[in-house]
């Protein structure tokens, strides 16, 4: 009897023992999902994560940290990408806004649709969490299109990622830019991601709007400049129809290249044969060009320079093999 009470008695110290250790220790999710956008762009993953926190307010900064945080895994990378940040974000409702800041809009269409999906899938697993807005330095989110994307749900992603991106198309372009010492424009081949509903056309001149990719290369845009509106009409016219800040010169280019920039990029497309280029609707006012810009512009073979021009910045020298010493001791190179 004495042995059996002591062995109860045993049990009852472990059995108080367990208990407090149990109640040191922090409750955690063990069923939730931080959603990656895969390596090679091709859709989302979801990884298993163990929530450290418990209300909706906590859970929701520790979710966004960890879309920020850099992944060990070469086969996912942060949904939140490299220069842009969390700003802040605000709930009311269960509906939650989340206020990014930084370079979002460089990314491509398809990307952009990958990181959108990754962040709201992620967040509205949230209890409290039924809705998410995102705005991009404090503007709602826009589509390819330029409209605002809204409100999204757990029902805005199917859950075949791979079937919501048929949507998207592929291909490659051909866009020029202006050549380093601003007198002539010279090729890009872009490959881009673009949804059904943007228009070949409006693609290019949004692309040329991002500027270039190449080292060395120029826009030939005024910065902010904005399109209005772009048709093709059945006679292979293309009308683009900017807003005023079009006609504002960039210093060291000269405005042939920024006319033959737009030109020459949309009559790569196998539809458009001339250009006609409006601002607000009327014949743009550009004093440093002698083409009459009251009618639709042909492409320009002669301003294409296929190979850029670099400079060497100690000598000021052209790098360019095609130019003999004699040339560029007579060409006056401007200062950088």
Known sequence: MKRLNRVLSIMMILVLILSFSAC???????????????ADKAGITAVNYNFEKTNTDDLISEALEELSKDTDDIDIINTIPVGVTVKNWELSNKSLNVYLVGDYESLDTYTEILVRAAIVKTLVQIKGVNSVS?????????????EAIGTMTADTFIEDFGQETDSLLHTELTLYFASADGVSIVPEKREVYYSRNVTLEKLVIDQLLKG???????SALPSGSK????????NGVCIVNFDGAIETAVSGITENVTVYSIVNSLTELDNI??????VNGETPHLSNTDMDLTKAISRNEDIINEQPVDYDDDEQMYLDEDYSEEYVEDEVVPEE
């Open 134 to 146: 995102i705005y991009v330095n404090d503007s709602p989110l826009t589509d390819s299109n330029g």
């Open 24 to 38: 040191g220790k922090k409750p955690s999710i063990s069923n939730g999902k931080i959603y990656y956008v895969r």
């Open 227 to 234: 399109l209005n509106s772009i048709t093709v009409s059945e």
């Open 273 to 278: 044969k001339q250009v006609q280029i409006l």
């Open 212 to 218: 270039p990719e190449t080292e060395g290369l120029l």
